[in-house]
Every structure is written in structure tokens, then in C-alpha cells.
């Protein structure tokens, strides 16, 4: 297969991919149960139908057309009929609230959006008023529509058909959106893809179709993906990595997406359709092994024995198979027997049984988390992007996998580490610019073209591989000089089970201080299994036995950090078990699930105040959003609970 030359937007590769590729599957869907399959040459008759119906209804190259929704094939088809007419889509997180939405759709000059269901065009039409540009909204499923004024609204399935029908009584159309794609250059904005939002205000990162095209080519050659593998995409549409790893690898090499029916169904539809080709941010793959140890707490007593001895063989000889080393025949003969026991049972049971290559990324991974599921045979790298370089920054080659690193140079990157320690590249794929922001772009930018990364790293002398440390404004000093890292002590925090989400702050402090939200599946078990009665998640956080228990994986963390000679001094001294879960419609997280540092520390500046000022307790009344919509007010008094750091002989008080 080769890519280039006159297949530099996707619409092309779309259309050489039904010439090459016809009666191959090139998208499926769950829907009612039923897995239903499209071939490539039935999705580029569907999206030329569709590229029709668009420009019928006044769709015209430059414009753009939002998509909000889960992944669905006609949202997908979205994009491609869009680009066909050389217009821009702009895919928006479908759990935005109305703000985020309205923002995003008036800064980006919508003219249509796409829309998977009722409660998301309930959501466009209810910020429309301040979408001045907006013209129409498309749907994809009609349940709950009918009795809706249709006079703004229009079936995605009516598009398609009012296209297809124009199509056919008029062969000029059809050479009309066939000569628009053909004089599609590899210089079109392909794409805009809205930044999370960590930091700020969301931007909108406009990407080339060259710059995509030539940055999956690359990485399609590293993976070896053809057109024999099969991608789960259930990512959201508006990330960067679904439209990359799924949406634009998808197309470059030919293989299959597979939509799941629901957010629910993923885990089932994963099992079902058992892709070759498998990306999952680290909590995903930390849920599955909670959910996994929570299981084991309940089986047979021989049933753990057995899965505990050859876990055991899985960590001493697991990654060397895996990577073709030498290991002892009696390791072989023992992991062949664990592989017919227990690893390939498990990758079944978690639907990974067919995965090739995997991929994690977005935050660090626990060493032992990559590390088991390395050892049980899963190929599992790791890669660090951004939305500015289309993705892939670094990826781990097969053979050089280390869980300390995110590997050497994706194919044909340049990183270079600036005097202050930030992370600076050049890629393919790298963004144009900011839209409707040269100003933002400009500071983006060095003056010799590289992308300014914001992440503060180093290459290890060893592998010469990258390490990211934290983003680099981030990065601090306690009072006694001390480097202090909050992502790296939040990652070790959230390796433990018990622990979903951590946020730290120390800098310019005498310590470091610590809060923490419990994971609720595995630390209800825990309560469930020893008698624990409690009436919400509020009350378990609260719970004195929780605080102990928790107590002992902030010991471990401070333990492993006093062998570290540089943070050693950066143990937690104090920490508090939040009485809610950080959300994303209360502004705590980014869509991508991503703390927002700066933001917690201000709406809950009163508990941080106490962690500082020897208090055992503090009172919090803060606003929460309810899933639908609604605000209410969430009070509560906090526990505040002291540690004794190692190495310290100073007693800091037991817990409150």
C-alpha cells in the first residue's frame, strides 16, 4: 500500500480504498443488538449521497459543520461528506454543557451541526440563540422527534436520500462532488478539533489534510496496520486521538471501525468484536484490572491461589516472551501452562484476546499496571501527544518498551528540550494555527518553527527515551527548595485501587498536601465485604475506615518516594478524602477527564487552607451540576488526616 502522491485528503483515500478495498468492512455498528456492516465501496456511495444533500442544502467549501454525539457511522460519514465539499467539520464533546457547547459552535462559525439524538438537539436548539450562523440541524436517531418544529431540523437518513435521489436524476451533480473532491489539496483544513481546555479557554486547533494524511502514514507503517485489522472506536468524536487512531488510521490503512451500540455496551461490544488494534487512556485499563481484583476477592480460595502462583510466573517471565528474550525452559514451560490457565481465559474475558498493538496515553500509567498487562501477553505501549501535532509526539517501538518513558521520536518527529526544560517538536502532522487566534498561535510557536509543548521532560541518558515529569508551569519548589511535581505524585497516588483521583499542591509550601477522591466500585466492594453499611458516596468518603484505608496507600506512595533521592522530601504530610467525585460539568475536569488544578484549588480554597493551617477538619459548600442539568449545593465537614513521613522522627498527629 502506498499513500501519497494524489491521495493527500481523506475523501480521496476514501475513494481508493472502495476501488481497493470494496467488499471489505470498513465500518460497523451495534444497533438493536445486531451488529450491521458496511463495505468501503458501499460508504463511498452512502457519502457521496450525503456530500449532495449537504451541498443541496447550502454547504460550501470553507464553511463549517459541527458533529456532536457518541460514535456513530453517520456522524462519522459527517466528517467525510463534509470534507468531500472541502468544508471544515468541528467535532464537539457530546457531554459539554450548554456554555462549552455554545461557545464552541459560535466561535467556529457553525452552520450546521450534526446530531446524534434528541437530548443533544435539545441541547444545540436550547443555546441556538447564541449560534448566530446556525442554519440547520441534522439528526441521526429520530426517537422523541416527531413532534418537533422540522422546519430547522432534518434527518441525517433524509439527507443521504434527498442526495442520492439528485444524484440520480442528474449525472452533472454527480461530476460536480466528484470534481470537488479532486481539487481538494493537501493544504485544506481537514479538520478543527477544540483543545480540552486545561488550561483555559478551549482553542480550536486547525489541522492540514497533508499534515494528517503524511502523520498516519507513518504510523500506520510502524504499527503494520492493513486492511485485516479491526478498531473499537469509543472514544469521543471531538478527541484527537479517535479522530487519528480510529477515523484517520482507519482510512489510511483500510481496516474496519466497529461502533459500539452505547457507552454502557462498551465493555460487551469490546468482547464481541475483538479488535486487533486497541487504544485505551490508563484509567480504562486501571478499571478493568479494579474490576478484575474485585472478582478474584470473591472467588474460591483455590481459585486465588492459582491466580496469584501464576501471576507470579506471568512478572518473572512474561515480558521476556513477549519480547523474544531468552527465559529458561522451565519459565516457558510454566508460562505456556499460565497462558492455557489463566492469561488467555483473562485477555478473553476483557475482549483483548486479538489485540496486535495497544496503545496507552493522556496520563502516566502505573509501572505495575503496564507491567501486568505486559507480562499476561498484551502488547501495550505507550505514546505522548497533543492535539498540535495531530497526536503522535512519541511512541514505543516493539522491543524498547520501558513503563518509565513514552519512547524515542514518533517517525519522522524532531524534539529538542528547551534551556527551561520544556518538551518543543516539529511533526507531519503539526497544527496550522489556532483559529481566529494568530496571537495564541504566535506564542505557540518558537521563532524556528518548532511547537512549543508546555510539558517539562528529558531524554534518559539510557534508553534515550522521553520522560515527561509534569506540565511545566507546574513544576515547583517547596520552601526548602525541593522539586515539587504534582503529576508525578498524583500518578503514583492513583496507581492504588482505592484511589480514582488525586490532585496535589506544595509549591512555595513547607509540604506537600494531597486531595483525593476514592474509586467508588472497588472501595464499595471493599465496604460490602466487610460489613460497611453506608448511604451514599458522600458517607463512604467520611467513613473513619476509609480514611485508614486510604492512609495506608498515601504510607506506601511516601515510602517509595523517600528512595528517590530528589523527592524525598516532597512526601504528603496531610491529606482529605473529598466528599465528591470531580466532574466535568462542575469545570474539575476537562472533557478528557483531566484535572483542572488551578480551578479545584480555588473552589475548595477553604479545604485547602485547613490542609495548611494544622486544621482537622474544615466545612465545604460548593455548586454541583446534576446529570440533568440541574444545580443544587453540596455541604459537607472533611476529615483532614496527618501523616508521619519516612524517615522522620517527628509524630504529625494521627488521623482526625
Partial sequence: MVIGGPFDTFPKLLLRNAAQFGGRPAFRHKDLGIWQTWTWAQVAEIVRAYAAGLQRLGLQPGETIAIVGSNRPKLYWTVLAAQALRAIPVPVYSDAVADELAYVLAHADVKFVAAQDQELVDKVLSVSDRVPHLHKVFYDE?????????????????????????????????GQIDEIIRQGEGSDISIILYTSGTTGASKGVMLSARGCIDAVTDTVRFDRLTDNDVALAYLPLAWVGDHYLNYAQGLAAGFCMACPESGETVEQDLREIGPTFYFAPPRVFENMLTRLMIRMEDAAPIKRRMFDYFLGVARRHGESILTGKPVPLSGRLLYALGRLILYEPLKNVLGLSRVRVAYTAGEAIGPDLFAFYRSIGLNLKQLYGQTEAFLYVTCQPDGEIYSDTVGPAAPNVDIRIAESGEVQFRSPG?????????????????????????????FDEKTRHLKIIDRAKDVGRLADGTIFAPKYLENKLKFFPNIKEAVAYGDSKEFVCAILNIDPAAVANWAERNNIAYGSYQELAGHPLVYD????????????????????????????????????????????????RGFVAERYAPLITALYDGSHEADISTEVTFEDGRKGVMAARVKICDLQTVGSTESLGKAA
Fill in 142 to 174: 429520530p426517537r422523541g422527534l416527531d413532534d418537533y418544529d422540522h422546519s430547522r431540523l432534518i434527518a441525517i437518513h433524509d439527507v443521504i436520500e434527498d442526495g442520492r435521489a439528485a444524484l440520480a436524476a442528474n449525472a452533472r451533480l454527480g
Fill in 430 to 458: 503539526m497544527f496550522v494555527g489556532y483559529f481566529k487566534d494568530q496571537a495564541k498561535t504566535a506564542e505557540t510557536l518558537t521563532a524556528d518553527g518548532y511547537v512549543k509543548t508546555g510539558d517539562a521532560g528529558f
Fill in 549 to 596: 484505608m486510604v492512609a495506608k496507600d498515601v504510607a506506601a506512595v511516601n515510602r517509595s518516594l523517600a528512595e528517590e533521592k530528589a523527592m524525598a522530601s516532597a512526601q504528603i504530610r496531610r491529606f482529605l478524602i473529598l466528599p465528591k467525585q470531580l466532574d466535568a460539568d462542575d469545570g474539575e475536569l476537562t472533557r478528557t477527564q483531566k484535572v483542572r
